[in-house]
């Protein structure tokens, strides 16, 4: 157990839908960062949050948008859902924001559908 | 912009022996590598990192290499096991910049 906790595991949705997928850190970690892993490919990152500010930003759709709230759990919602974006989301979070031989902690993922 | 690469998706490989997992970066100024296994329905896990002040480092059956020159770095399980069976993403960061991920390289030790 890395103790980064994802909720849902599954979701199922329609097209043109909304959703949100919601992150808890481990204990004492300040950075929340998001991935999106499609079939067949690697881990993609959308965007870092370190104590509620946003401190990267990656191939993050402009229907996507995430948060970090004041007790440091995070949400990722993702917009007008497109079947393409059925894919595995992955949170993840770290002590610091990427500092010297910083490791990254997962959860187990959600299982976006989009049908 | 593909900044760590794994070319190879499948290995297999018999129990006991070596298993060889490779992967390839174009950024110089990464400072820090790192190796996670991810088993079906879960998420990655941390299995070993390296630090670019060094070439090799060990821990247990696991050993990273890494070659700065090449900008290539690799994985050695041995022995292999069963257990082993899963997928494997190196990763690399320069300090105070995003991780980058390979796309994997999906494992099979053979009983």
């Known amino acids: 157990d890395s103790g980064v906790t994802q909720t849902p595991k599954h979701l199922i949705t329609a097209t043109g839908q909304r959703v949100t997928l919601r992150c808890s850190p481990r204990?004492?970690?300040?950075?929340v960062y998001w991935y999106q892993q499609s079939l067949d490919q690697g881990l993609q990152f959308l965007i870092q949050?370190?104590?509620?500010?946003?401190?990267a930003k990656g191939n993050i759709l402009e229907r996507f948008s995430a948060q970090q709230f004041p007790d440091l759990h995070s949400e990722l919602n993702l917009s007008s859902l497109e079947l393409g974006d059925s894919a595995l989301y992955f949170c993840?979070?770290?002590?610091?924001?990427?500092?010297?031989?910083?490791?990254?902690?997962f959860g187990s993922g959600t299982q976006l559908s989009v049908l | 912009d593909q900044q760590v690469k794994q070319n190879s998706p499948s290995l297999s490989v018999q129990e006991g022996r070596i298993s060889i997992l490779n992967c390839d970066y174009t950024?110089?100024?990464?400072?820090?590598f790192l190796w996670y296994k991810k088993y079906p329905a879960e998420g990655p896990t941390f299995l070993i990192s390296?630090?670019?002040?060094?070439d090799k480092n060990e821990d247990g059956r696991f050993t990273v290499f890494l070659n700065k020159s090449a900008k290539h770095l690799s994985l050695h399980i041995v022995p292999s096991q069963p257990g082993d069976s899963a997928v494997y993403f190196c990763?690399?960061?320069?300090?105070?910049?995003?991780?980058?991920f390979g796309t994997g390289t999906s494992l099979t030790v053979i009983p």
């Open positions: 993840a979070s770290s002590v610091s924001p990427s500092g010297a031989n910083e490791k990254l902690f």
């Open positions: 204990s004492g970690d300040l950075s």
């Open positions: 949050y370190y104590n509620g500010e946003e401190r």
């Open positions: 950024n110089s100024m990464f400072d820090y």
């Open positions: 390296i630090s670019s002040i060094k």
């Open positions: 990763a690399a960061h320069k300090t105070g910049n995003q991780f980058y």
